[in-house]
């Protein structure tokens, strides 16, 4: 059972445009989340993260929001690049006590065409 | 920077062989962990380890083991390649520290293919 879900494989936008991409999760005992970018060929890195107890977190053009009542979380990217074009994962971390291990989504292939 | 360096970007084995993956990380992380990625599968953890010495399966643990015998070195197995364990591996680190907000620190990866 998927616990975090990236729901859309894919994502093509012009650059320029905003690209948003959305992540759900179903278990509501997560603390924090957080996104990674990954390149072919390349491992992933970290993009932005944000705990459960804030809504918004913002760096640069990258914004991630958190809407615990829905469990839903969203990456929105403006204006968004040529370079920006890579597969970005989902991921999510047990409240204290838990795990450490990540849970992460199946991740989105962003594609930011010129 | 913590670095997390895999020993292969690319390998090419024959089927039925053994093949050892390396990762060692510099930064004295406690936690350190093997994933692969394949399309549309996303991450899938086979295993990680919390310490030396101890290991715990994740979720496609099988036809893999791992070895964790110093703290910054952890190396996964593949006691009998296989040609559907064609795929990329990922190592990871990380601290048990709660108050760091950026979770893993992952390896370059290692494309590996077998024939």
């Known amino acids: 059972d998927q616990q975090v879900k990236q729901n859309s494989p894919s994502l093509s936008v012009q650059e320029g445009r905003i690209s948003i991409l959305n992540c759900d999760y179903t278990n509501s005992m997560f603390d924090y989340f957080l996104w990674y970018k990954k390149y072919p060929a390349e491992g992933p890195t970290f993009l932005i993260s944000i705990s459960s107890i804030k809504d918004k977190n913002e760096d640069g053009r990258f914004t991630v929001f958190l809407n615990k009542s829905a469990k839903h979380l969203s990456l929105h990217i403006v204006p968004s690049q040529p370079g920006d074009s890579a597969v970005y994962f989902c991921a999510a971390r047990p409240t204290q006590g838990g795990s450490e291990k990540l849970v992460f989504g199946k991740g989105t292939k962003l594609t930011v065409n010129p | 920077d913590v670095k997390v360096t895999q020993s292969s970007r690319y390998l090419v084995k024959r089927t039925g062989e053994k093949v050892f993956l390396e990762c060692v990380q510099d930064m004295d992380h406690e936690n350190m962990f093997w994933y692969r990625q394949d399309p549309g599968l996303g991450l899938r953890l086979i295993y990680f380890?919390?310490?030396?010495?101890?290991?715990e399966k994740g979720d496609i643990p099988e036809g893999y083991s791992v070895s964790r015998e110093k703290k910054e070195r952890f190396s996964l197995i593949l006691e009998s390649a296989s040609t559907n364990q064609t795929s990329m591996y990922l190592c990871?680190?990380?601290?048990?520290?709660?108050?760091?907000?950026?979770?893993?620190?992952f390896g370059s990866g290692t494309r590996l293919t077998v024939v």
């Open positions: 990871a680190s990380s601290l048990f520290d709660r108050g760091r907000d950026y979770g893993y620190t």
């Open positions: 380890s919390y310490d030396v010495k101890m290991k």
